[in-house]
């Protein structure tokens, strides 16, 4: 995931936000033009204004996602708790570093993608030994950061990982790919 300030290299790809990558680690780096310091970047400006009782004035919340959304209903809560019942068994990395955040390959994005059809099937079919609805959104979510991931390293270099396709079960065939046998 690319954050403000981050510096990519035009020759490689590689993001050099990661302390362990830096313009050394590839000749041919050439700086983004992104902004390089927190001080440098503009606030973004709708052009509409928003006066309140008390007199501060705010830019307005038109065509702006708003995040609070997703707190309506159960299913955040459900989802939280089963993130914190999951550390438990699956400790954290580092303070602040989950372990399902170290899932970076295609073999993890099929493995998200198999988690969540499963539980999909088992919430359908109205399994209750877990919260499998939780489960799900777990496993998308999973599945979503690591195509996001794999997205942005094919977009930096020639490597290409086919995200369209799952394996017909069974064969040696995914849907979607160009050469079948």
């Known amino acids: 995931m ?57 830019d307005t919340n038109e065509n702006k996602i708003d995040y609070t959304n997703v707190l309506h209903g159960p299913m955040f809560k459900r989802w939280a708790q089963h993130l914190t019942k999951a550390k438990a068994k699956y400790p954290d990395q580092a303070p602040g570093v989950p372990n399902w955040t170290l899932a970076k390959g295609e073999a993890e994005y099929h493995r998200f993608r198999e988690s969540a059809l499963r539980h999909f099937i088992q919430w359908w079919e109205g399994n209750v030994d877990e919260d499998h609805a939780a489960a799900v959104f777990f496993n998308i979510n999973g599945a979503e950061f690591v195509r996001e991931n794999l997205k942005s390293q094919q977009a930096s270099s020639e490597a290409s990982v086919d995200l369209r396709g799952t394996w017909v079960p069974g064969t040696l065939i995914r849907i979607g790919d160009k050469d079948k046998n």
């Open 2 to 58: 690319r954050n403000l300030g981050d510096e990519i290299c035009d020759n490689c790809g590689k993001i050099l936000f990661d302390p362990n990558v830096t313009p050394n680690d590839c000749p041919g780096f050439k700086p983004t033009g992104r902004y390089k310091n927190m001080s440098d970047y503009q606030i973004k400006d709708s052009g509409k204004r928003e006066e309140f009782s008390g007199g501060m004035v705010r």
